[in-house]
């Protein structure tokens, strides 16, 4: 499976953008899904997960209340808007994905990141 991100840019503070993770390729199930972020000089940190059914969320405090995680399960999507950005929001965004895959005869738990999308919030 490949998790391919999109929707990064420049955007003033206050403003909003919206990011989607799509994933191809073969896979029997994915599982739950997440958006984390990794700023300059700085650990990646979760920013928001949702379980494989998208009933379950949860949210890093610093976001809860601004951004909203979901998914589209027939499009093999995910989806992380984002409203009332702050310049401490500025980072690469990395999609994460838990999939089982078919292996021969065994199933095969395997997790999955996206190469990134760059957020950079002007103030």
């Known amino acids: 499976v490949q998790l391919v991100e999109s929707g990064g840019g420049l955007v003033q503070a206050g403003g909003s953008l919206r990011l989607s993770c799509a994933a191809s390729?073969?896979?029997?199930?994915?599982?739950?899904m997440g958006w984390y972020r990794q700023a300059p000089g700085k650990q990646r940190e979760m920013v928001a997960v949702?379980?494989?059914?998208?009933?379950?969320?949860n949210y890093a405090d610093s976001v809860k209340g601004r951004f909203t995680i979901s998914r589209d399960n027939a499009k093999n999507t995910m989806y992380l808007q984002m409203n009332s950005l702050k310049p401490e929001d500025t980072a690469a965004y990395y999609c994460?994905?838990?999939?089982?895959?078919?292996?021969?005869?065994?199933?095969?738990?395997?997790?999955?990141w996206g190469q990134g999308t760059l957020v950079t919030v002007s103030s």
């Open positions: 949702i379980t494989s059914g998208g009933g379950g969320t």
């Open positions: 390729g073969s896979t029997l199930r994915i599982n739950a």
């Open positions: 994460n994905a838990d999939t089982v895959t078919v292996h021969g005869s065994s199933l095969v738990s395997l997790e999955v």
